[in-house]
């Protein structure tokens, strides 16, 4: 069964891709994800506090004593707690590069233009061959439009596209009020890809010690759904490819991703949980999932259950909330 898609541009030599993760800042995981054939591999984020602490620092070093540090970075994760520091970061990318023959995407996470561009710079040249920018920002203030959220994901992806020569991917959220309109600026902005969607973390309280703490939740198979929904809404109606991201664990989840319109589905959790083997183990159930139904490829596949070509696409719409509330039987 031939598994080949295109994905940002790049031969994949199967959809199933290894998301950003701890995974790849190790170098043992990283050979073992090439073992299992990947069709591509992206590494974590780089955080863009971590650059601007790096600065910080950098010109603290020079100018100030080093106990006057930036109040507004007191918060952020000391530097032993990342994974790897900024010019570490560029050496994994090399690194990885060189050890595996799938496609490597860099990642950037931020919410500046400035602190984007050089370092998409810097990740082309250590050798990505593409980069995901996964823009995470937290509109908690009552001034912050979503108009003027939109504006600036817009503006960071039109500086990165002027900056770089490589495909450039953006991770949305799911939280934008018209998302289809906001995918289609984003295509006209030059956006590569699309990937649904960012999972984000929830802080929870600790009602004994009266604090807010950080929770870690890996995704379970329940969040596929709206990946699924807003991957078949979009699907033939942008120029970006368009990637799953979230809830994706078994060979089942694989398919309906692809069938939705996927030309990329990364796992993360899955990954983490069972061991960098298991992608060989999707992709091989995949092949075996539509050799069973009578596909020719996964081109064919790919798509079949969009918007566009569903037998049911109310069922994407308003519908389906309708028919689904009235399903219930006590």
């Excluded at 810097?122 to 996964?134: V, Y």
């Excluded at 959220?149 to 991770?171: D, F, N, Y």
């Excluded at 999707?282 to 490829?297: I, K, N, T």
Aim: proline share 4%.
């Amino acid at each position: 069964m031939d598994l080949h898609t295109r994905y940002l541009g790049l031969d994949l030599g199967n959809p199933i891709v290894a998301g950003a993760s701890p995974l790849a800042s190790e170098m043992d995981k990283v050979r073992q994800l090439e073992e299992a054939g990947v069709g591509a591999i992206v590494l974590h984020s780089l955080f863009e506090e971590q650059i601007a602490r790096d600065q910080w620092k950098e010109h603290l070093d020079r100018d100030l004593h080093a106990d006057s540090f930036a109040e507004a970075l007191s918060y952020f994760p000391e530097p032993s707690e990342y994974r790897l520091g900024p010019e570490e970061y560029l050496e994994q990318v090399a690194k990885v590069k060189a050890a595996v023959s799938c496609p490597v995407l860099g990642s950037l996470n931020g919410v500046t233009g400035a602190g984007w561009v050089e370092y998409a710079r810097l990740i082309q040249q250590a050798g990505a061959d593409a980069m995901e920018l996964n823009v995470y920002f937290v509109a908690a203030g009552a001034g912050e439009t979503g108009e003027a959220i939109e504006s600036r994901t817009l503006e960071i992806v039109k500086a990165v596209k002027g900056a770089v020569t490589i495909p450039v991917a953006v991770k949305l959220s799911p939280f934008f009020t018209s998302l289809r309109h906001f995918a289609t600026r984003l295509d006209d902005a030059g956006a590569d890809g699309l990937v649904l969607f960012n999972r984000f973390y929830q802080p929870d309280i600790d009602i004994e010690r009266l604090d807010v703490t950080p929770t870690l939740h890996l995704s379970d198979r329940s969040e596929l759904l709206l990946r699924l929904r807003w991957l078949a809404l979009l699907s033939g109606q942008v120029r970006a490819s368009l990637a799953a991201s979230g809830g994706v664990h078994q060979v089942e989840d694989v398919v309906k991703a692809v069938m939705a319109g996927a030309g990329a589905v990364q796992v993360v959790s899955e990954l983490l949980q069972k061991g960098p083997g298991r992608a060989r183990e999707l992709a091989d159930g995949l092949a075996q999932w539509l050799v069973e139904h009578d596909y020719d490829s996964l081109d064919q596949a790919r798509g079949s259950m969009s918007l566009q070509k569903s037998p049911s696409p109310q069922a994407f719409e308003r519908a389906n909330y309708m028919r689904v509330l009235n399903s219930w039987r006590a």
